[in-house]
């Protein structure tokens, strides 16, 4: 049988390689996000009460109106954002949202703007759209995000922006200034801006998360992503949303009814008790995480490495070259899952045009006993590769 290419030239993510080299060699994972923990106690018997006592046919695919309705007043409540339900479309996990929107938007031929590091996810699913990508290089340690540099890749293809804060793989939780810029030049030159805001709980040290759709001129051409599961830590429920002016939610709504059309009644039902939750609950989560944040990092620089600083997201990274480690972050990860039995991730694996780059990611979000096996686990590898 013919292999078809559509499907054989489809990338295997890195979180799967790294993933599958960790179950080979039996290492800690710290390379793909997902918390250790099994997620808040009450939500997860909500959703099993609703497994046995409500529905398990199809939800409406534009999502339940229950969970439509607590996520406008979610993001009303804590972003101050006005929201209607029937601006929002509940998707199978942000991932499913983001490929909706670009699906909806994205014409032949159409430039879509990404700051790398950019999720793998971005590249292949702008491509498979029919669009092409043009990608903003941020620099460590800081990932700025200028005006001038937004401005200077824009040219008469460019229709969309896709934009993440905080920034999946950096940590970086950019400003309101750095937002108001991005939408200037947005409003500037007429285009449509799909926010990825996933972690925009998980958050540290008193920032605030500041939503592209909340700045001047972007409320009727912002498509606003969020995720369910990285809000509550239970990144295998993958419940997404979709929140958009009616003018966008409605292509990002048909769309999606050919994608999965419909996603899980009892997670719905779930996610919509959650998402009423006071602020302080949220606060909690986030400080437990800036917790272990901060419990790797000393291990790490009691082991003589230097970290660029998180702050949101479940990583923390390591700046290979300060830490006076002479390897590139692919040769890096590899020898550290197979010699020392800890997978992580390689940042330049999130940027295009570059081999190898000096810098590894690691998720946090792992029990103190894990992080501080890792960090003893990562000073024998960096013993070893200085000496």
């Known amino acids: 049988m013919r292999a078809n290419p559509v499907f054989t030239d489809m990338p295997t993510t890195v979180f799967e390689e790294m993933s599958g080299l960790a179950r080979a060699h039996g290492a800690l994972n710290l390379g793909q996000g997902f918390p250790d923990g099994p997620g808040p106690a009450d939500l997860r018997h909500s959703a099993a009460r609703a497994l046995i006592d409500g529905s398990n046919q199809y939800a409406p695919s534009r999502g339940d109106p229950v969970l439509r309705r607590a996520v406008a007043e979610h993001y009303g409540r804590l972003q101050g954002l006005d929201l209607a339900p029937d601006q929002v479309v509940v998707t199978s996990g942000a991932t499913e949202a983001i490929a909706a929107a670009l699906f909806a938007l994205v014409r032949a031929g159409d430039e879509v703007l990404i700051f790398e590091p950019a999720y793998d996810a971005y590249r292949p699913l702008i491509e498979r759209a029919g669009g092409r990508v043009r990608a903003i290089r941020l620099e460590p340690p800081l990932w700025h995000l200028s005006e001038s540099a937004v401005e200077a890749a824009v040219t008469p293809a460019t229709r969309l922006v896709l ?12 400003t309101t200034d750095e937002i108001d810029a991005l939408a200037r030049v947005c409003v500037r030159h007429d285009l449509i801006a799909i926010s990825d805001e996933v972690w925009e709980h998980v958050v540290f040290d008193g920032r605030p998360h500041v939503s592209l759709l909340s700045a001047d001129g972007m409320a009727e051409r912002t498509v606003k992503i969020g995720s369910a599961g990285k809000m509550f830590g239970m990144t295998g429920w993958k419940v997404g949303f979709a929140c958009a002016s009616l003018t966008l939610i409605e292509p990002v709504a048909k769309a ?109 979000a792992k029990s103190d006993d894990v992080l501080d096996e890792a960090a003893l686990r990562l000073g024998r590898a960096r013993r070893a590769l200085v000496s």
């Open 256 to 364: 999606h009814q050919f994608l999965t059309f419909s996603t899980p009644p009892n997670l719905q039902s779930a996610v919509a008790e959650g998402l009423a939750w006071g602020k302080d609950r949220f606060e909690a989560m986030g400080a437990d995480l800036a917790a272990s944040r901060d419990r790797l990092a000393q291990g790490l620089m009691d082991e003589g490495y230097v970290t660029l600083p998180s702050q949101g997201t479940y990583f923390l990274s390591i700046d290979l070259a300060a830490s006076g480690i002479r390897v590139g972050d692919i040769d890096f990860c590899r020898r550290i899952v197979e010699g020392f039995g800890v997978a992580a991730i390689p940042v330049s694996a999130f940027q295009s045009g570059t081999d190898q780059g000096p810098v590894v990611r690691l998720c946090f």
């Open 163 to 174: 934009f993440n804060t905080p920034l999946n793989p950096a940590a970086r939780v950019f």
